[in-house]
């Protein structure tokens, strides 16, 4: 692999390692009944859950070089019977599955959804921003403000904007969408970060930079990434909205994952 490609894998990797080992300290002698309310009609338990199952259908398609999708439900979890086993069985399923992203080439050929390409160099970056929202989540359920480091919102955001053309679910939603053509304006105060998203009937295209839109929102960076992915509600103070409020407020509907 190339000392380029080697050094992203393995930034990506040490940062899932860091975000896993937040959450598992944050849930460890949280009240698994807690409801967890960005999630509807989840507590602390199902989260943990989602968590560690989605570890390992990870690691597996990893390990075993998998072509097609498999499901979670044909993966061996080993979940325990006592939630207050949870943590524990989250960093388990994660650590397993950094050891095999870490032993394995990121030019790999493996299954990936979103049709974003079929290597492996995609998986650690997908977990990174799954462990971070997941974090946030728990975070807001017990009663704290999610924090996120400018430069990994930054990422996050440009992860989604990439993933969301190949989320047949959105891709549909977007087609009921009445405002092709539309624009909106991301604008990160904290870190480098300006985006350009065009709305089209199967999807979006997004670009780098400043420019004239329907509508702007302007925020730090880990607000940005929240607000994209449902967490942050607008209208929130945290967020300076110019422009159509009800063109944002059904933009972010539709691109919800």
């Known amino acids: 692999m190339s000392e380029r490609r080697h050094e992203e894998h393995e930034r990506y990797c040490a940062a899932v390692e860091d975000e896993v080992g937040r959450f598992v300290e944050l849930v460890s002698g949280a009240d698994p009944t807690t409801v967890v309310p960005t999630c509807p009609g989840w507590t602390i338990a199902d989260l943990m859950k989602h968590h560690g199952t ?132 991301l604008h990160a105060i904290d870190s480098a970060g300006e985006w350009l998203i065009t709305t089209r009937s199967d999807g979006l295209t997004w670009a780098r930079g400043h420019g004239t839109a329907d509508v702007a929102v302007r925020g730090v960076a880990g607000d940005l990434l929240l607000m994209v992915y449902g967490r942050l509600r607008v209208p929130d103070a945290r967020l300076t909205v110019f422009g159509d409020h009800e063109l944002l407020t059904s933009w972010l509907e539709k691109a919800a994952l």
């Open 54 to 185: 989605t570890y390992r259908w990870q690691d597996e398609i990893v390990r075993r070089r998998l072509q097609e999708r498999i499901w979670s439900r044909d993966v061996p979890l080993g979940l325990p019977d006592d939630a207050a086993d949870y943590p524990a069985w989250v960093a388990t399923g994660a650590k397993s599955l950094l050891g095999t992203l870490r032993a394995t080439d990121p030019e790999t050929r493996v299954w990936t959804p979103f049709g974003t390409g079929d290597r492996v160099r995609f998986w650690p970056r997908r977990v990174l921003f799954e462990a971070v929202i997941h974090r946030a989540d728990a975070e807001i359920a017990l009663g704290r403000t999610p924090h996120i480091d400018p430069a990994i919102a930054a990422d996050g955001i440009e992860e989604l904007l990439t993933i969301i053309p190949g989320a047949r679910w959105v891709v549909e939603r977007f087609g009921e969408f009445d405002r092709p053509g539309a624009t909106l304006h």
